[in-house]
């Protein structure tokens, strides 16, 4: 076979399509269920609330040089419908440099100060701060726990919401995640759709069909009987949200989804806060599936199938069949210049590939978009745009994905800047 024989281009673009191909049903395969879950939302309706209890509340927050943001966080919880006298506001400046600890005090909550540059994290700030609630309180003064970031902003009603589902027998409940600065640009949306997306037509269809949420970062309870169970916070790798998700799952726990409790937070607007961000997110997927897969994999086989088959998916097949698609491209072109087999033809695989890839996530985030959009503050013609850029942004996870494979990550903190209030948020 020699390099400009034509059956040799035939031959390469055949393997090429045909390795496309199956990633492609392979991947079609394992996600066929979300699409599904894109059609629970308009079908069922959601079960009525039970009597709600009325629980104490330990409220969480990990703060690190918050100062110009905190506060407005602290005043939301202080306007809250729930009874103030069922919740306690606690702290941790962490590490902090500025006012973070001056400002938490002065909008009422209860400020722990921690300074430990060995062990950085929000797992082990959470881990500082409900220890000092234990060692003030005790374990059984709580009810349950919500964990913020500093930068949320909250609907009036939100703890109030978060109880009710809390009060119908979940242990853990997630909250709708909308943001603060959704058009600031195409990364920031970016963020705030995929986010919209996950609550509405991830977490709300979980929901309606009996199986378990997962926690997405910020705006989560989790009751003290868990706290208990562990022994206080004990989830330290790069994304605890979703170790503590699966921590859950695989114990058969059902993680709840609380639709109506409604918080924001700020999105990065940078490409370099992204990249450094998500590379963050990408390697504590991989640890997490280190931690966890086995366990995954062996409730596979059990009553637990739907929940641990869905964190699975969530957690490993798209990394690993995005990289192999991208890896495949890659190496089409290479041998089709080594080899001679006509790059026009590998071109066009790969250009309806990645159409394939972009039509896709723009029907997902049209849809969200649509559905979602007075909940969306910025103007008509940014919400409509924004949908178009979705998909870009989704595909820069591929090299990130990549690089999070041989790239050590360690945490690092995502600088807060947008101070708005609630009426400011919603004013777009």
């Known amino acids: 076979m020699f390099p400009n024989d034509s059956s040799a281009g035939s031959s390469g673009d055949l393997i090429f ?11 079609l395969l394992c996600y066929l269920y979300q699409f599904f879950y894109l059609a629970v939302p308009f079908v069922l309706k959601d079960k009525a609330h039970g009597p709600a209890r009325r629980n104490r509340l330990g409220i969480l927050i990990s ?3 918050e100062a110009g943001v905190i506060g407005h966080l602290l005043e939301s919880l202080n306007r809250q419908t729930y009874p103030r006298e069922l919740f306690t506001v606690f702290v941790a400046a962490d590490n902090c440099t500025d006012d973070t600890a001056r400002v938490a005090r002065e909008h009422g909550a209860v400020v722990h100060e921690r300074f430990n540059t060995e062990k950085v994290g929000k797992g082990y700030a959470l881990e500082f701060l409900y220890g000092k609630v234990v060692e003030e309180h005790g374990d059984a003064a709580f009810d349950a726990y919500i964990v913020f970031d500093a930068d949320n902003v909250l609907d009036p009603r939100y703890l109030e919401e978060m109880n009710r589902t809390f009060s119908d027998g979940y242990e853990v409940v997630t909250s709708y995640r909308n943001s603060k600065n959704y058009g600031d640009n195409w990364i920031s949306a970016g963020y705030a759709l995929w986010f919209l997306r996950e609550s509405e037509y991830l977490n709300h269809a979980r929901m309606l069909l009996g199986t378990s949420c997962a926690v997405s970062g910020t705006g989560f309870l989790f009751s003290s009987k868990i706290m208990r169970e562990t022994g206080g916070w004990k989830f330290f790798l790069l994304t605890e949200d979703i170790e503590f998700t699966v921590y859950n799952v695989v114990r058969g726990r059902k993680i709840g989804y609380a639709k109506n409790a409604e918080l924001y937070d700020e999105q990065p607007v940078t490409f370099a806060q992204s990249w450094r961000q998500r590379l963050r997110w990408a390697k504590g997927y991989i640890q997490v599936w280190g931690k966890f897969g086995g366990s995954l994999l062996k409730n596979l086989f059990s009553e637990k199938f739907t929940s641990c088959y869905d964190m699975t998916m969530t957690i490993m097949p798209a990394l690993v069949i995005s990289i192999l698609t991208l890896l495949n491209c890659l190496l089409g072109v290479v041998l089709g210049i080594v080899f001679d087999w006509g790059l026009k033809h590998i071109g066009l695989s790969l250009l309806g590939t990645l159409s394939g890839i972009y039509i896709t996530l723009w029907a997902i985030g049209a849809l969200t978009t649509a559905t979602q959009w007075k909940k969306i503050h910025c103007s008509a013609v940014k919400k409509i745009f924004y949908a178009f850029t979705f998909p870009l942004f ?25 101070a708005k209030t609630l009426d400011e948020i919603t004013r777009g």
């Open 63 to 65: 703060a690190r040089n």
């Open 394 to 418: 989704m595909l820069t996870y591929l090299p990130i994905a990549i690089t999070a494979i041989f790239k050590k990550v360690e945490w690092s903190p995502i600088a807060h800047i947008r």
């Open 17 to 27: 399509a045909a390795v496309n191909a199956v990633l492609c049903v392979a991947f």
